[in-house]
Protein backbone atom coordinates (compact mmCIF):
# COMPACT_ATOMS: atom_id res chain seq x y z
CA UNK A 1 0.00 0.00 0.00
CA UNK A 2 1.47 3.40 -0.95
CA UNK A 3 0.78 6.09 1.05
CA UNK A 4 0.44 9.90 0.45
CA UNK A 5 0.19 9.79 -3.33
CA UNK A 6 -1.58 11.83 -5.48
CA UNK A 7 -2.81 11.49 -9.21
CA UNK A 8 -0.56 13.25 -11.32
CA UNK A 9 -0.75 13.04 -15.26
CA UNK A 10 1.33 10.14 -17.04
CA UNK A 11 3.24 12.46 -19.08
CA UNK A 12 4.60 14.43 -15.88
CA UNK A 13 5.55 11.32 -14.39
CA UNK A 14 6.90 9.72 -17.20
CA UNK A 15 9.29 12.77 -17.90
CA UNK A 16 10.48 12.73 -13.79
CA UNK A 17 10.63 9.19 -13.80
CA UNK A 18 13.55 9.42 -16.47
CA UNK A 19 14.92 12.41 -14.89
CA UNK A 20 15.25 10.84 -11.75
CA UNK A 21 15.94 7.60 -12.88
CA UNK A 22 19.27 9.41 -14.34
CA UNK A 23 20.70 9.46 -10.48
CA UNK A 24 19.50 6.73 -9.53
CA UNK A 25 22.06 4.47 -7.77
CA UNK A 26 22.32 1.01 -5.92
CA UNK A 27 18.63 -0.38 -6.73
CA UNK A 28 18.20 0.24 -10.02
CA UNK A 29 14.62 1.20 -8.97
CA UNK A 30 12.20 2.92 -11.14
CA UNK A 31 9.16 4.52 -10.09
CA UNK A 32 6.22 2.68 -11.23
CA UNK A 33 2.81 4.66 -12.36
CA UNK A 34 0.85 4.53 -9.21
CA UNK A 35 -1.76 2.48 -10.95
CA UNK A 36 1.00 -0.04 -11.26
CA UNK A 37 1.52 -0.59 -7.53
CA UNK A 38 0.00 -3.92 -6.03
CA UNK A 39 -0.64 -4.87 -2.70
CA UNK A 40 3.38 -5.81 -1.15
CA UNK A 41 5.09 -3.30 -3.33
CA UNK A 42 8.03 -2.00 -1.84
CA UNK A 43 8.11 1.50 -0.71
CA UNK A 44 9.72 4.45 -2.84
CA UNK A 45 12.13 6.45 -0.41
CA UNK A 46 13.73 9.72 -1.90
CA UNK A 47 17.27 9.79 -0.25
CA UNK A 48 19.34 12.63 -0.40
CA UNK A 49 23.01 12.00 0.69
CA UNK A 50 25.55 14.64 0.74
CA UNK A 51 28.28 13.52 -1.45
CA UNK A 52 31.42 11.13 -0.20
CA UNK A 53 33.79 13.16 1.25
CA UNK A 54 35.24 10.36 3.16
CA UNK A 55 35.10 6.59 3.69
CA UNK A 56 32.50 6.92 6.03
CA UNK A 57 29.85 8.94 4.06
CA UNK A 58 30.27 5.96 1.28
CA UNK A 59 29.97 3.42 3.99
CA UNK A 60 26.51 5.18 4.98
CA UNK A 61 25.22 5.58 1.84
CA UNK A 62 26.11 1.69 1.15
CA UNK A 63 24.56 1.18 4.15
CA UNK A 64 21.13 2.63 3.44
CA UNK A 65 21.24 1.10 -0.40
CA UNK A 66 21.65 -2.29 0.73
CA UNK A 67 19.10 -2.26 3.41
CA UNK A 68 16.68 -0.77 0.97
CA UNK A 69 17.38 -4.00 -1.27
CA UNK A 70 17.15 -6.10 1.60
CA UNK A 71 13.54 -4.68 2.60
CA UNK A 72 11.83 -4.50 -1.20
CA UNK A 73 12.05 -0.70 -0.82
CA UNK A 74 12.82 1.32 -3.97
CA UNK A 75 15.73 4.02 -3.44
CA UNK A 76 15.78 7.04 -5.86
CA UNK A 77 19.69 8.47 -4.26
CA UNK A 78 20.75 11.48 -4.88
CA UNK A 79 24.30 12.63 -4.56
CA UNK A 80 24.49 16.52 -3.48
CA UNK A 81 28.05 16.44 -4.55
CA UNK A 82 28.24 19.42 -0.95
CA UNK A 83 26.36 21.22 -2.09
CA UNK A 84 23.03 22.40 -0.44
CA UNK A 85 21.60 23.78 -3.19
CA UNK A 86 21.58 20.44 -4.85
CA UNK A 87 20.19 18.70 -1.87
CA UNK A 88 17.19 20.97 -1.83
CA UNK A 89 16.82 20.55 -5.98
CA UNK A 90 16.74 16.96 -5.07
CA UNK A 91 13.95 17.18 -2.37
CA UNK A 92 11.76 19.09 -4.53
CA UNK A 93 12.46 16.64 -7.00
CA UNK A 94 11.20 13.51 -4.18
CA UNK A 95 8.16 16.00 -3.97
CA UNK A 96 6.94 16.41 -7.55
CA UNK A 97 7.69 12.47 -7.75
CA UNK A 98 5.45 11.99 -4.53
CA UNK A 99 7.82 9.58 -3.25
CA UNK A 100 6.41 8.15 0.59
CA UNK A 101 8.76 9.40 2.40
CA UNK A 102 12.31 11.82 2.04
CA UNK A 103 15.12 10.82 4.05
CA UNK A 104 18.36 13.35 3.96
CA UNK A 105 21.49 14.31 5.11
CA UNK A 106 21.38 17.77 5.48
CA UNK A 107 24.67 19.16 4.90
CA UNK A 108 24.69 22.04 7.01
CA UNK A 109 22.24 22.72 9.87
CA UNK A 110 20.39 26.07 8.51
CA UNK A 111 17.96 26.79 5.25
CA UNK A 112 15.49 24.05 4.75
CA UNK A 113 12.82 25.78 5.65
CA UNK A 114 10.87 26.46 2.66
CA UNK A 115 11.45 22.90 0.90
CA UNK A 116 10.69 21.26 4.02
CA UNK A 117 7.36 22.96 4.49
CA UNK A 118 7.32 21.99 0.77
CA UNK A 119 6.85 18.10 1.53
CA UNK A 120 4.76 18.94 4.93
CA UNK A 121 2.06 20.45 2.20
CA UNK A 122 2.67 17.70 -0.06
CA UNK A 123 2.27 14.76 3.18
CA UNK A 124 5.16 13.40 2.45
CA UNK A 125 7.28 12.73 5.92
CA UNK A 126 10.71 13.86 6.29
CA UNK A 127 13.25 11.68 8.48
CA UNK A 128 16.65 13.69 9.17
CA UNK A 129 19.45 10.94 9.46
CA UNK A 130 23.31 12.11 10.53
CA UNK A 131 23.02 15.42 10.96
CA UNK A 132 20.67 17.93 12.42
CA UNK A 133 18.40 20.67 11.54
CA UNK A 134 17.61 24.34 12.85
CA UNK A 135 13.86 25.19 11.62
CA UNK A 136 11.20 27.35 13.13
CA UNK A 137 8.39 24.67 12.64
CA UNK A 138 9.64 21.11 14.15
CA UNK A 139 6.46 19.63 12.60
CA UNK A 140 8.45 20.30 9.36
CA UNK A 141 10.37 16.82 10.03
CA UNK A 142 9.16 13.55 11.73
CA UNK A 143 11.91 12.65 13.33
CA UNK A 144 16.16 12.40 13.46
CA UNK A 145 18.76 9.30 13.52
CA UNK A 146 21.80 9.66 13.81
CA UNK A 147 25.15 10.28 15.97
CA UNK A 148 25.38 12.44 19.21
CA UNK A 149 28.47 14.65 17.83
CA UNK A 150 28.52 16.83 21.20
CA UNK A 151 29.16 13.41 23.31
CA UNK A 152 31.95 12.40 20.43
CA UNK A 153 33.27 15.67 21.17
CA UNK A 154 32.98 15.39 24.96
CA UNK A 155 34.63 12.05 24.52
CA UNK A 156 37.67 13.59 23.11
CA UNK A 157 37.83 16.30 25.83
CA UNK A 158 38.05 13.79 28.28
CA UNK A 159 40.33 11.69 27.05
CA UNK A 160 42.47 14.70 26.80
CA UNK A 161 42.09 15.58 30.51
CA UNK A 162 43.06 11.77 31.20
CA UNK A 163 45.94 12.30 29.10
CA UNK A 164 47.44 15.32 30.50
CA UNK A 165 46.80 14.75 34.10
CA UNK A 166 49.86 16.77 35.70
CA UNK A 167 49.19 19.54 33.47
CA UNK A 168 47.32 21.56 35.72
CA UNK A 169 49.98 21.18 38.26
CA UNK A 170 52.82 22.45 35.73
CA UNK A 171 51.01 25.47 34.55
CA UNK A 172 49.75 26.14 38.25
CA UNK A 173 53.58 26.07 38.53
CA UNK A 174 55.05 27.29 35.02
CA UNK A 175 52.51 29.08 33.41
CA UNK A 176 53.04 26.61 30.49
CA UNK A 177 49.89 25.36 28.49
CA UNK A 178 49.38 22.48 26.62
CA UNK A 179 48.73 23.63 22.92
CA UNK A 180 46.27 22.21 21.15
CA UNK A 181 45.26 22.00 17.31
CA UNK A 182 41.53 21.25 16.03
CA UNK A 183 40.45 20.30 12.37
CA UNK A 184 36.75 20.90 12.51
CA UNK A 185 34.34 19.36 9.82
CA UNK A 186 32.50 21.20 7.14
CA UNK A 187 31.31 25.14 8.60
CA UNK A 188 27.71 24.99 9.51
CA UNK A 189 27.81 21.58 9.78
CA UNK A 190 25.62 20.03 13.02
CA UNK A 191 28.34 17.60 14.08
CA UNK A 192 31.54 20.15 13.22
CA UNK A 193 29.35 22.62 15.67
CA UNK A 194 28.51 19.72 18.05
CA UNK A 195 31.71 18.34 17.97
CA UNK A 196 33.67 21.36 18.57
CA UNK A 197 30.79 22.41 21.17
CA UNK A 198 31.41 18.82 23.24
CA UNK A 199 35.22 19.28 23.56
CA UNK A 200 35.16 22.60 24.90
CA UNK A 201 32.43 22.28 27.18
CA UNK A 202 34.67 19.27 29.31
CA UNK A 203 37.95 21.48 28.66
CA UNK A 204 36.66 25.08 29.89
CA UNK A 205 37.16 24.84 33.39
CA UNK A 206 40.90 23.73 32.59
CA UNK A 207 43.09 26.92 32.06
CA UNK A 208 45.95 24.86 31.17
CA UNK A 209 44.49 23.98 27.82
CA UNK A 210 44.21 26.19 25.24
CA UNK A 211 43.23 26.03 21.12
CA UNK A 212 45.88 27.46 19.73
CA UNK A 213 44.88 26.64 16.13
CA UNK A 214 41.32 25.71 14.89
CA UNK A 215 40.53 25.15 10.90
CA UNK A 216 38.22 23.36 8.79
CA UNK A 217 39.42 20.36 6.70
CA UNK A 218 35.81 19.78 5.35
CA UNK A 219 35.86 16.14 6.36
CA UNK A 220 38.46 15.66 3.57
CA UNK A 221 42.37 13.55 3.88
CA UNK A 222 43.60 16.43 1.18
CA UNK A 223 42.80 19.08 3.30
CA UNK A 224 44.00 17.91 6.39
CA UNK A 225 47.24 17.29 4.69
CA UNK A 226 47.03 21.02 3.74
CA UNK A 227 46.30 22.09 6.84
CA UNK A 228 48.82 19.98 8.82
CA UNK A 229 51.58 21.23 6.15
CA UNK A 230 50.27 24.67 7.39
CA UNK A 231 50.11 24.39 11.66
CA UNK A 232 53.33 22.53 11.56
CA UNK A 233 54.81 25.32 9.74
CA UNK A 234 53.33 28.14 11.92
CA UNK A 235 53.68 26.10 15.33
CA UNK A 236 56.42 23.95 16.80
CA UNK A 237 54.85 23.54 20.54
CA UNK A 238 51.53 21.37 19.34
CA UNK A 239 50.58 19.17 22.19
CA UNK A 240 47.33 17.42 20.98
CA UNK A 241 45.39 17.42 17.45
CA UNK A 242 41.69 17.18 17.52
CA UNK A 243 40.54 15.72 14.48
CA UNK A 244 37.18 15.96 13.33
CA UNK A 245 37.37 12.68 11.39
CA UNK A 246 39.72 10.16 9.90
CA UNK A 247 39.75 11.32 6.46
CA UNK A 248 41.77 14.90 7.75
CA UNK A 249 43.76 12.68 10.38
CA UNK A 250 45.56 10.37 8.07
CA UNK A 251 46.02 13.77 5.89
CA UNK A 252 48.08 14.98 9.00
CA UNK A 253 49.91 11.72 9.94
CA UNK A 254 51.13 11.98 6.11
CA UNK A 255 52.47 15.10 6.49
CA UNK A 256 53.86 14.76 10.15
CA UNK A 257 55.80 11.78 9.37
CA UNK A 258 56.89 14.06 5.73
CA UNK A 259 58.53 16.24 8.25
CA UNK A 260 60.24 13.74 10.73
CA UNK A 261 57.58 13.53 13.25
CA UNK A 262 56.12 10.44 15.48
CA UNK A 263 52.43 11.33 15.32
CA UNK A 264 50.77 9.91 18.28
CA UNK A 265 54.06 10.34 20.28
CA UNK A 266 55.35 13.65 19.34
CA UNK A 267 51.79 14.89 19.35
CA UNK A 268 49.26 13.28 20.95
CA UNK A 269 46.11 12.66 18.22
CA UNK A 270 42.38 12.35 18.44
CA UNK A 271 40.64 11.14 15.68
CA UNK A 272 36.29 10.22 14.80
CA UNK A 273 34.77 7.80 12.75
CA UNK A 274 36.74 4.76 13.76
CA UNK A 275 37.45 3.26 9.98
CA UNK A 276 39.62 0.49 9.18
CA UNK A 277 42.78 2.69 8.39
CA UNK A 278 42.54 5.16 11.92
CA UNK A 279 42.15 1.52 13.98
CA UNK A 280 45.20 0.44 12.34
CA UNK A 281 47.22 3.45 12.92
CA UNK A 282 45.79 2.79 16.91
CA UNK A 283 47.39 -0.42 16.66
CA UNK A 284 50.81 1.15 15.24
CA UNK A 285 50.98 3.91 17.94
CA UNK A 286 50.57 7.21 15.38
CA UNK A 287 47.20 7.81 16.98
CA UNK A 288 46.04 7.41 20.69
CA UNK A 289 41.89 7.40 20.72
CA UNK A 290 39.71 7.10 18.21
CA UNK A 291 35.97 7.54 19.22
CA UNK A 292 33.06 6.24 16.81
CA UNK A 293 30.82 7.44 14.70
CA UNK A 294 28.66 4.81 13.35
CA UNK A 295 27.52 5.26 9.52
CA UNK A 296 26.05 2.15 9.59
CA UNK A 297 22.74 3.32 10.37
CA UNK A 298 21.08 1.87 6.99
CA UNK A 299 18.64 -1.23 8.71
CA UNK A 300 17.59 1.60 11.20
CA UNK A 301 16.82 4.28 8.58
CA UNK A 302 14.72 1.66 6.10
CA UNK A 303 13.21 0.92 8.84
CA UNK A 304 11.68 3.93 10.48
CA UNK A 305 11.20 5.15 6.64
CA UNK A 306 8.75 2.02 6.26
CA UNK A 307 6.94 3.10 9.78
CA UNK A 308 6.31 6.82 8.21
CA UNK A 309 5.02 5.43 4.78
CA UNK A 310 2.48 3.15 7.19
CA UNK A 311 1.40 6.40 8.56
CA UNK A 312 3.22 5.67 12.19
CA UNK A 313 4.87 7.97 14.48
CA UNK A 314 8.71 7.37 15.04
CA UNK A 315 10.83 9.02 17.63
CA UNK A 316 11.36 12.35 17.69
CA UNK A 317 15.39 11.73 18.40
CA UNK A 318 17.56 8.37 17.96
CA UNK A 319 21.26 8.11 18.69
CA UNK A 320 22.91 5.28 17.65
CA UNK A 321 25.51 2.86 19.58
CA UNK A 322 28.79 4.16 19.45
CA UNK A 323 32.41 3.18 21.34
CA UNK A 324 35.54 5.08 21.78
CA UNK A 325 38.82 3.07 21.73
CA UNK A 326 41.73 3.81 23.38
CA UNK A 327 45.64 3.26 23.17
CA UNK A 328 45.34 1.56 26.22
CA UNK A 329 42.67 -1.10 24.79
CA UNK A 330 43.48 -4.54 24.29
CA UNK A 331 43.20 -3.46 20.68
CA UNK A 332 43.41 -7.18 19.18
CA UNK A 333 39.68 -7.29 20.44
CA UNK A 334 38.35 -4.64 17.57
CA UNK A 335 36.45 -6.36 15.14
CA UNK A 336 37.48 -5.57 11.49
CA UNK A 337 35.46 -2.30 10.66
CA UNK A 338 34.34 -3.10 7.47
CA UNK A 339 35.33 0.60 5.77
O1 LIG B 1 28.49 13.68 9.40
C1 LIG B 1 29.38 12.68 9.76
C2 LIG B 1 30.76 13.07 9.34
O2 LIG B 1 30.76 13.33 7.95
C3 LIG B 1 31.84 12.03 9.53
O3 LIG B 1 32.50 12.13 10.75
C4 LIG B 1 32.76 12.38 8.44
O4 LIG B 1 33.77 11.46 8.18
C5 LIG B 1 31.79 12.58 7.35
O5 LIG B 1 32.25 12.98 6.16
New binding site residues.
Partial sequence: MIHGRKHISTQFRIILCILITCCLVGCGAQKKKSSQFEEGDGIIVGFSQIGA??A??TCNTRSVQEAAVQRGVQLVYDNAEQKQENQIKALRSFIAYQVDVIVFVPIVTGGWDNVLQEAKDAGIPVLVT??KIDVADPSLYAGFIGTDSLKEGRNAGLFVLNKFKNARERFDDTGEHVNIVELF?TEG?S?ALGRAEGFREVLQTHPEFRIIYSESGD?LRSRGYELAVEFLEMHEDIDIIFS????MTLGVIEAMEERGLAPGTDIVIIT??AQQAAIDALREGKVNCVIE?NPKTGPEIIKLAERLAAGEKIPRLQYVHEEVFYETDDLSLIEPRGY
Fill in positions: ESWRDRGSVFHNDGIDC
